[in-house]
């Protein structure tokens, strides 16, 4: 855990467990969605998975523009 992040949520709740289950989703959607082991995924520094994660999400942003695209050319040649 960061040094910098807080020791408790603001309702007083213990941080390191939120943040702990934030790491693993991270990971889990990383190797998901990647070709690369969960296993590697514990050597990634938060930067590399921030920047794998946002990479991850403007491929599936394209790929649901592709198919909405598709789907209005489908519709269009219907009528």
């Known amino acids: 855990m960061n040094s910098l992040d807080p020791q408790t949520t603001s309702d007083g709740?213990?941080?390191?467990?939120?943040?702990y289950k934030e790491i693993?989703?991270?990971?889990?959607?990383?190797a998901k969605n990647s070709n690369i082991p969960y296993s590697d995924t514990e050597t990634m520094?938060?930067?590399e998975r921030?920047?794998?994660?946002?990479?991850?999400?403007?491929e599936?942003?394209?790929t649901n523009e592709a198919i909405e695209k598709k789907k209005q050319e489908i519709a269009a040649n219907r009528k």
């Open 13 to 19: 709740k213990p941080y390191g467990p939120i943040k």
């Open 24 to 30: 693993v989703k991270e990971r889990w959607l990383i």
């Open 45 to 47: 520094t938060p930067t």
């Open 50 to 58: 921030y920047y794998i994660l946002e990479f991850i999400a403007e």
């Open 60 to 62: 599936v942003k394209k």
